[in-house]
């Protein structure tokens, strides 16, 4: 029948992307019935039906009012004594089915909420996230560059001390003399400095724009 096509549609509309698919159906009779929760002051309105999304939740069990009597404020309202800031990002979840956090918003903070409401999918949800950031957070190793100076044994002592900031001398190899004058040989050298390039979060090389001065 008609009915049976609409709901498979709409079965595949809500597995597109990486959302997570309740495949319970909500109980009979729980669909039209709001609720209100009080959650630390703030209130919000939502369905059983999304409260029922994860069956082994708080909520859930909450608003079916089997096992938790939970007092109410004078609107009829759940009392819950949490903070208000997480539980929107919390309920937007059980809605549908991806976490939607401001940026300034602590992951550490939804995981404290996500656990006190035993929401099994988004407690590893926020886990995997926060795995992933601290992979990636974790210190570039720094580069080394090189340099070779190529001078003469009178200037080697010059060079060296004029060297400039973050350079470092690495090595000294004596390549001969190359041209005489007279008698005097002009020994030649080659001067191998180093010098350490971290690499900032944004992928850009920070180098002092001051060059080793040759």
């Given at each position: 029948g008609v009915r049976m096509r609409m709901e498979g549609r709409?079965?595949?509309?809500?597995?597109?992307?990486?959302?997570?698919?309740?495949?319970?159906?909500?109980?009979?009779?729980?669909?039209?019935?709001?609720?209100r929760l009080n959650v630390g002051g703030t209130v919000f309105l939502t369905t059983r039906q999304t409260l029922c999304r994860e069956q082994k939740s708080f909520l859930c069990?909450?608003?079916?009012?089997?096992?938790?009597?939970?007092?109410?404020?004078?609107?009829?309202?759940?009392?819950?004594?949490?903070?208000?800031?997480?539980?929107?990002?919390?309920?937007?979840?059980?809605?549908?089915?991806?976490?939607?956090?401001?940026?300034?918003?602590?992951?550490?903070?939804?995981?404290?909420?996500?656990?006190?409401?035993?929401?099994?999918?988004l407690i590893r949800i926020i886990k995997d996230r926060m795995e992933e950031k601290d992979y990636t957070v974790t210190q570039v190793p720094p580069k080394h560059v090189y340099r070779v100076l190529q001078c003469q044994e009178e200037e080697l002592t010059q060079m060296v001390s004029t060297m400039s900031d973050g350079w470092r001398f690495e090595q000294l190899v004596n390549i001969g003399s190359s041209y005489n004058y007279g008698n005097e040989d002009q020994t030649e050298f080659l001067c191998v400095v180093s010098k350490e390039l971290y690499n900032s979060p944004n992928g850009v090389s920070s180098e002092p724009s001051h060059k080793a001065k040759v």
């Open positions: 709409e079965e595949m509309q809500g597995a597109v992307g990486l959302r997570c698919t309740w495949d319970i159906p909500p109980p009979a009779g729980t669909q039209a019935k709001w609720v069990r909450l608003c079916q009012g089997e096992e938790l009597q939970s007092d109410r404020d004078e609107t009829g309202a759940y009392l819950i004594d949490r903070d208000p800031t997480y539980f929107g990002p919390i309920l937007n979840f059980l809605r549908h089915g991806k976490l939607v956090l401001d940026k300034d918003m602590a992951e550490e903070g939804i995981l404290e909420e996500a656990e006190f409401y035993n929401i099994g999918p």
